[in-house]
Every structure is written in C-alpha cells, then in structure tokens.
C-alpha cells in the first residue's frame, strides 16, 4: 500500500507549477485551483514525488503515462465542466485527470482498458475522497451506453478518429474534447454535438498522447 503525504515543500512545489499553467497560457481560475488543490504525487511512484511537480508527463506502467500537467489543464478548460456535469473519461490511467474533474463537481464515469491499471486504482485510499467517480474496465471505443447520455466526453489517448459510439453518448449540446491523429501529433478538438446530431468543430493545439487502442487487455496479451 502506497504512503504518502503532502508537505509544505510539495505544496510550495504544486503552487509553482500551477503559475507556470498559468503563464503558458491556462486562464480557468477554477481549472488552475482544482489542479493546486490535488497532490499530483499521490499519482506517481514514491521516488518520483519531486518529478511529480515538473509540467511533464511521467511513466505509470503499462507502457502508458501520466499526462502533462499542462495538457490536463489544457482539455480540462476546453472541457467547460459545470458542477454535477456527468463526464465520461476514456483514458483512467494514474486516475489524476479524473480527480480534477470530480474536484470540478463533476460526475465521473471514466473506462481504463489495461486491467492493471484499473486494479492499482482499487487499492489507491487517496480515491476514497471521490465518490463521485465510477471506474470500469472496459474499450472506450464503446463507451458506456448504459449510462449515457454525457454532458461532456474527453478523451486522453490519441484517437485513430472520432469514435462513432462517443457521439451517440453525448447529449445535444454536449460537448467532447479529444486528441485526433494527424501523422505524428495529435490535433486537440472541441466538437459540440447540434440538435439535429451532426458535430460542430473546433480546432485546437497539437499535442502527442500515448494511442488509443481497441478491446481491452489483461497485459498477459488477452
Ligand atoms: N487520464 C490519464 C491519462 C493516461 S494515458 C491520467 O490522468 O493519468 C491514456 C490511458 O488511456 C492509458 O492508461 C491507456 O491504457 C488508456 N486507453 C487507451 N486506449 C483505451 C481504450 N480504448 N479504452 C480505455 N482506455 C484506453
């Protein structure tokens, strides 16, 4: 079981990193305080908590990463999230992005398709706080029509392209972040789903996400 605690020096450390956001170019006051006010260490190794406050993004087994701290808050404040928003995250990972949605007043339903990363997420205490987060195990490429429709969607891993169940999921008026593949980046979108169920578009940055992939996986290649 992990141990971990926030110290002043971590606190000190958040703060810094929170204001080079800010510098680069992140303007959601509300995006920026739920970031400060979660320990991004407690999502990383133990030996990494010095790491855990530098903007970059860091390795959580898998094959897979912790996102940049600037590329949360990046589809965070694309993202709008209002409180009691239901939000469906595809990409769980080390679980932060889902904890800065919840500290939003988000409703969480977030899918990982690496069985051990789901699992490390059941015995990480820190999650204890978030009740308002559902974990599955599962493809996101389905996301979870028993649940839906979503007020927002996003996506944290690099999409082949927009998946056509994730449009169905959202709500008219709902909008989905998600990074799509051109080549070697990929392109940030904002689509926001019309009454008559076609996408409007918006483009973004580019960034480089680790792929989204299909089917799920016991990391034992089932
Ligand atoms: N939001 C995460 C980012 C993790 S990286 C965080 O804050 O830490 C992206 C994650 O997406 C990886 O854990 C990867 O296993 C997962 N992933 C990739 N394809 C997926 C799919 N089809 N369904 C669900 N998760 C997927």
Redesign the pocket.
């Known amino acids: 079981m992990k141990k971990y605690e926030d110290e002043y020096r971590h606190k000190g450390l958040r703060r810094k990193l929170i204001a080079s956001l800010q510098k680069k170019g992140i303007s959601d006051q509300k995006v920026l305080d739920a970031m400060n006010n979660i320990p991004r260490h407690f999502?990383m190794d133990l030996a990494f908590d010095q790491i855990a406050y530098e903007d970059r993004a860091f390795p959580?087994g898998?094959q897979?990463?912790?996102?940049q701290p600037y590329t949360?808050a990046y589809q965070t404040q694309l993202l709008e999230v209002k409180p009691f928003d239901k939000v469906l995250?595809?990409?769980?990972?080390?679980?932060?992005?889902?904890v800065?949605l919840a500290e939003l007043g988000a409703q969480v339903y977030?899918?990982?398709?690496?069985k051990k990363?789901f699992d490390s997420n059941k015995n990480f205490s820190y999650l204890k706080k978030y009740p308002g987060i559902k974990f599955f195990y599962?493809?996101?490429?389905e996301g979870l029509p028993t649940y839906a429709p979503f007020d927002k969607i996003i996506v944290?891993?690099a999409a082949p392209q927009i998946p056509p169940k994730l449009v169905e999921q959202l709500r008219t008026g709902g909008k989905m972040v998600i990074p799509v593949d051109e080549s070697n980046t990929q392109r940030m979108l904002r689509l926001t789903k019309k009454a008559d169920g076609t996408l409007a578009e918006e483009k973004f940055d580019s960034f480089s996400?680790?792929?989204?992939?299909?089917?799920?996986t016991n990391g034992n290649g089932q």
Request: charged letters at 15%; zero cysteines.
């Open positions: 999502f959580i898998e897979q990463t912790i996102s949360v995250e595809i990409g769980t990972g080390s679980a932060y992005q889902s800065v977030t899918i990982e398709r690496q990363l599962g493809d996101g490429f944290t891993a996400f680790v792929p989204m992939l299909g089917g799920k």
